[in-house]
């Protein structure tokens, strides 16, 4: 069983983490499912850009909850 959905602040939840809780955070606060919002950011690294340094600054940004 789930925690129900909130769409509140931008924050990363304890629970449902795979490394820094940075797109279960997103997914949550967008109102989207978890998978797709990690296969969009792993979809997002094979372009060319600094996604992941954007991921390590969100990281490091948003609080944990």
């Known amino acids: 069983m789930s925690a129900p959905v ?30 797709t919002v990690r296969l969009l950011a792993v979809l997002s690294c094979l372009l060319p850009g600094p996604q992941f340094v954007a991921y390590l600054i969100m990281w490091a940004i948003i609080p944990s909850e």
């Open 6 to 35: 909130t769409r509140g602040s931008l924050s990363r939840p304890r629970n449902n983490r795979m490394i820094a809780g940075v797109c279960a955070g997103l997914a949550r606060r967008w109102g989207m499912k978890t998978g």
